[in-house]
């Protein structure tokens, strides 16, 4: 935890907190904190700052506050990604909030089994779990926005085309395709499949919706290998 993500339930004044639960846990067992230590700390949606360590017991820790910095950008990237099976989905989610990713698509293809649609890691409070663990890590305040496509046809046949407009559409696909672009300067809609690559009616379907395929070489990668190691190339 590189920064105490305060919410709005946490201020008992304009400038002091009261926190228990895990981050309480979290600043006894990690930080090792004692009363007069300054932290990093930010609100929920909103600046970051410095807290200093007013009280601390078993029950609860409390913090005067100081918010006068603004989050880190974000990056001007949409994010489609075929649901992967449940582990995977709670380090993507982290991974993809620590990075600063605005906006994920978690979409439905031929390769993604019915049963990964049941998890209870696509309940809201589990998503925003594990992307509450990305800000912290990244020092970041704001949540990703997460959207759930379960029908993979009409989404990319009637919302992808205006969702990838006016940016660089690209599809993360194995095969005789250019290389992934470098360094982009442009929003960019990115779609990334299963782990088995989508299959090819799926990429024409993207095609035609304004996504072309690029590639990362002859190495096929994991899900949660593929989508950092894209963000960082594009970006």
């Known amino acids: 935890m590189n920064l105490l993500l305060l919410e709005d339930a946490d201020f008992v004044a304009a400038d002091r907190v009261v926190l228990a639960g895990r981050r309480l846990k979290h600043l006894q067992e990690v930080h090792r904190a004692a009363v007069g230590d300054s932290l ?4 929920l949606g909103g600046l970051m700052g410095s807290g200093t360590l007013l009280e601390l017991s078993e029950q609860h820790a409390a913090l005067q506050v100081s918010l006068d910095q603004t989050p880190p950008a974000k990056l001007p990237l949409t994010l489609l990604l075929a649901l992967p099976r449940p582990k995977m989905l709670k380090r993507v989610l982290q991974t993809i909030s620590a990075m600063g990713v605005p906006r994920l698509i978690l979409l439905n293809s031929y390769r993604v089994e019915k049963s990964f649609w049941q998890t209870p890691f696509l309940e809201p409070e589990a998503l925003r779990e594990q992307l509450i663990l990305g800000l912290e890590q990244a020092r970041d305040t704001v949540l990703p926005e997460v959207i759930i496509e379960k029908r993979f046809k009409p989404f990319v046949e009637d919302r992808l085309p205006g969702i990838a407009a006016g940016s660089l559409g690209l599809v993360g696909h194995p095969g005789d395709f250019p290389a992934c672009p470098r360094a982009i300067e442009q929003p960019v809609t990115l779609a990334i499949g299963p ?26 990668l994991r899900v949660e290998t593929a989508v950092p190691v894209l963000l960082a190339r594009l970006f």
């Open 195 to 220: 782990e088995g690559g989508w299959i090819p009616y799926e990429v024409d379907k993207l095609r035609e919706a304004g996504l072309q395929p690029v590639q990362l070489g002859e190495r096929i």
């Open 40 to 43: 990093r700390v930010g609100r």
